[in-house]
Nanobody, 127 residues
Framework: QVQLVESGGGSVQSGGSLRLSCAAPGYTYSSTCMGWFRQAPGKEREEVASLDRDGNTKYADSVKGRFTISQDNAKNTLYLQMNSLKPEDTAMYYC?????????????????????WGQGTQVTVSS
């Protein structure tokens, strides 16, 4: 059962931009964290960005300064704005919600083992 639906992927040239959207009915209000992950062929899935219920964000070092995660609760949608795209950003991108494991440290949430996933949207960046 698909609970989240991603859109916005596509093919762009290096340096271009894309905005991914994730329709997540109910999750933007109820989920402690929501995140974007990606998986390239032959590589392990990696967390790209996450956003907790207090608005704190976390980014992988490889995307800091280029990607921005945000959400619109009124639209039940999670976004990932991707600028200055590089060929190494090519991957299937997934959004995730409903973390099973949540830790609180220093006033911030750290979420793992997400329970709800979308089917993914492909991003291809050509040089």
């Amino acid at each position: 059962q698909v609970q989240l639906v991603e859109s916005g992927g596509g093919s762009v040239q290096s340096g271009g931009s894309l905005r991914l959207s994730c329709a997540a009915p109910g999750y933007t209000y109820s989920s402690t964290c929501m995140g974007w992950f990606r998986q390239a062929p032959g590589k392990e899935r990696e967390e790209v960005a996450s956003l907790d219920r207090d608005g704190n964000t976390k980014y992988a070092d490889s995307v800091k300064g280029r990607f921005t995660i945000s959400q619109d609760n009124a639209k039940n949608t999670l976004y990932l704005q991707m600028n200055s795209l590089k060929p190494e950003d090519t991957a299937m991108y997934y959004c995730a919600a409903a973390p099973i494991r949540v830790r609180v440290y220093g006033g911030r949430y750290y979420c793992e083992n997400y329970g709800a996933w979308g089917q993914g949207t492909q991003v291809t960046v050509s040089s």
